[in-house]
């Protein structure tokens, strides 16, 4: 992919991953090829956000991110008594954006 090509994805993606991860990912973008960002472009990322105010408000933000049994404990205990609500909405962001850097290195590594 071209210089101008990998900026722009990144323009448009850099929000969902931590900044430590950004060369990673810039590097990962440099090797493939057009045809390959196209697939790259179906890769769903979640905005850390929109997971951050889903923590706030609903609690359910562990079943955007494919965490369906952790999500399913927190419901039932109450959110922890409230004390995993607050330690998830601290982390909320962080998840978020080790999740999408999850999914870019699952749509990456088929290339």
Do not use: H
Not at 50 to 59: E, R, Y
Not at 72 to 98: E, H, M, N, P, Y
């Amino acid at each position: 992919m071209d210089n101008q090509q990998v900026n722009f994805w990144l323009a448009v993606n850099a929000e969902n991953f931590a900044p430590e991860m950004l060369p990673v990912v810039k590097k990962t973008l440099e090797q493939i090829d057009d045809s390959q960002l196209m697939y790259l472009q179906n890769a769903s990322f979640q905005k850390p956000s929109t997971i951050f105010l889903i923590a706030i408000f609903l609690g359910w933000e562990r079943f955007f991110m494919d965490d369906i049994a952790l999500g399913v404990i927190k419901v039932l205990t109450c959110f922890g008594c409230g004390i995993w609500w607050l330690i998830d909405i601290i982390s909320a962001k962080k998840r978020a954006q080790k999740f999408n850097f999850k999914q870019f290195q699952k749509f990456t590594a088929k290339f």
